[in-house]
């Protein structure tokens, strides 16, 4: 218990400096169905390469998971946030929330719906709104490895930091694929998410996305955690390259 207050308030005390954008919530604890609660608080350090700029961040994340007592709605709240310091000496503040319903019919089918509001000066992004809605289908669903993937709509609306600021309201499909595999008796666990998200009525305006994390247990509770993320936006703002990634590695708190 001590354990457990003290690095909350330690994650409360570093995220004032930074959250991180790279989120597990495919790891085999948030996915569990037996579990009514579940979280995670992580601390991480990370090198980005974006937009031609060289960054250092240090970054928290925080996420709750509840069920019901049913245990077929899931309700998921995500938050994070982060500063950055560029090669020019300039900080930057970026931030993220997301909240997510999930229905579960059976074993493989689920529906989901999902708001989201993020904010990416670096990436010109003064704040994007998210609203979507679709199905989840699990393809393989093995106690060590699982293989889901999701097809939802989702609506966009986004003021952008340009030179002449831009607003961009925008109808996009949301397809992901999702992969988890646990070795080594839960000690070590592979996590990666792809998403493609093209405009409906033009698709050659996409978004490709890929987060993959690799988990390496400590504790029944800590985890050291590397991971990396890749962003490919083909219509980004004017100024932002198309292509993007950053890496980082750190702690993270499950309970």
Not at 55 to 80: D, E, H, I, P, W
Not at 108 to 124: A, C, D, M, T
Not at 171 to 181: C, E, K, P, Q, W
Not at 198 to 217: A, E, K, M, V, Y
């Amino acid at each position: 218990m001590k354990l457990h207050l003290l690095l909350v308030f330690l994650s409360l005390y570093i995220s004032q400096v930074a959250f991180p954008q790279l989120v597990n919530v495919e790891s085999k604890r948030m996915q569990d169905d037996t579990s009514a609660f579940a979280g995670t608080v992580a601390s991480a350090f990370s090198y980005q390469q974006n937009n031609e700029a060289t960054l250092l961040q240090t970054n928290n994340s925080l996420t709750m998971q509840a069920r019901s007592k049913s245990r077929k709605s899931v309700f998921l709240l995500l938050a994070n946030y982060d500063l950055k310091k560029t090669n020019a000496g300039n900080f930057s503040n970026a931030g993220f929330v997301h909240f997510r319903y999930t229905r579960h019919f059976n074993k493989y089918i689920r529906w989901e719906g999902f708001v989201q509001y993020q904010s990416n000066p670096v990436l010109l992004m003064d704040n994007r709104a998210l609203i979507g809605t679709g199905p989840r289908v699990k393809i393989f669903n093995k106690s060590n490895v699982n293989l889901s993937l999701g097809a939802l709509y989702m609506y966009e609306l986004e003021n952008t930091l340009e030179d002449i600021p831009q607003q961009y309201s925008d109808h996009r499909l949301s397809t992901y694929l999702a992969f988890n595999y646990v070795i080594l008796d839960d000690k070590i666990e592979i996590t990666t998410i792809t998403y493609y998200q093209p405009l409906l009525n033009d698709f050659s305006d996409l978004r490709i996305t890929n987060q993959t994390s690799i988990s390496l247990g400590l504790t029944d509770n800590l985890d050291f955690e590397v991971g990396i993320k890749y962003l490919y936006d083909a219509n980004p703002p004017v100024g932002v390259i198309s292509n993007s990634f950053s890496t980082q590695m750190g702690l993270k708190f499950s309970f």
